[in-house]
């Protein structure tokens, strides 16, 4: 099992910061891959932005490309994404996600219980 808390949520300003954190606990060994995602009232949950845990490649939704960092301390179990230039639209209820496989081969997701940010 794998928990995962997220942190650094909040009301901002726009064109303001903000950093979330997701710390991960369990079997976090079992971690290949973690990502942000987003939800807004009325709206399905998107990908923000996603990160493996090995190599560090990264990926990013269009709509947040240049104004959104993910990165990790895997020291730490901790995925952060920083969020620069926010905009009212990036409004949402953010979630992370693992995705693990143990060492017999089994594939999970987990989520976290999410942190809201607004923009306004």
């Known amino acids: 099992q794998v928990q995962l808390v997220e942190s650094g949520g909040g009301l901002v300003q726009p064109e303001g910061s903000l950093r979330l954190s997701c710390a991960a606990s369990?079997?976090?060994?079992?971690?290949?891959?973690m990502a942000w995602f987003r939800q807004a009232p009325g709206k399905e949950r998107e990908g923000v932005a996603g990160i493996s845990t090995d190599g560090g490649s990264t990926n990013y939704a269009d709509s947040v490309k240049g104004r959104f960092t993910i990165s990790q301390n895997n020291a730490k179990n901790t995925v952060y994404l920083q969020m620069d230039s926010l905009r009212p639209e990036d409004t949402a209820m953010y979630y992370c996600?693992?995705?693990?496989?143990?060492?017999?081969?089994?594939?999970?997701?987990?989520w976290g219980q999410g942190t809201q940010v607004t923009v306004s």
């Open positions: 996600k693992a995705n693990a496989c143990s060492r017999i081969g089994t594939r999970n997701d987990y």
């Open positions: 369990g079997y976090t060994y079992s971690i290949y891959h």
